[in-house]
């Protein structure tokens, strides 16, 4: 007879916020919580739905996450990082996995 186990599962998408918000809990979490750069982020997604890099394949894959092509940690300023933080020009739409081989997470060599 099957049996229930008593082991809470969590929802996964309470787990994938967890994540996102655990990656931004350092020195740069103060311009992820900007309120101007979540503004922008959302609009930017809303008009750039698909992976730019997954386009370039010919794949159409949905965007999860808003790149900076251009670190925002480059600015030497503050004024700087903000500039580059919420400049739409430095901004392209990518799968989470296009963003991390990006950020050199993902060893694709040959």
């Not at 787990?15 to 503004?39: F, G, P």
């Not at 400049?87 to 989470?96: E, G, S, T």
Request: hydrophobic share 30%.
């Amino acid at each position: 007879m099957p049996y229930l186990s008593k082991r809470k599962v969590g929802n996964p998408n309470k787990i994938e916020q967890k994540e996102a918000v655990s990656r931004h809990n350092n020195k740069w979490s103060k311009y992820y919580q900007n309120r101007q750069w979540k503004l922008l982020r959302d609009y930017y997604m809303q008009l750039h739905p698909i992976c730019a890099d997954c386009a370039i394949e010919g794949r159409s894959v949905p965007a999860d996450e808003c790149h900076h092509v251009r670190p925002f940690s480059e600015g030497a300023t503050e004024e700087e990082k903000i500039q580059l933080l919420l400049d739409p020009d430095n901004l392209v739409a990518l799968c989470r996995t296009c963003h991390m081989k990006r950020h050199g997470y993902l060893n694709h060599s040959k």
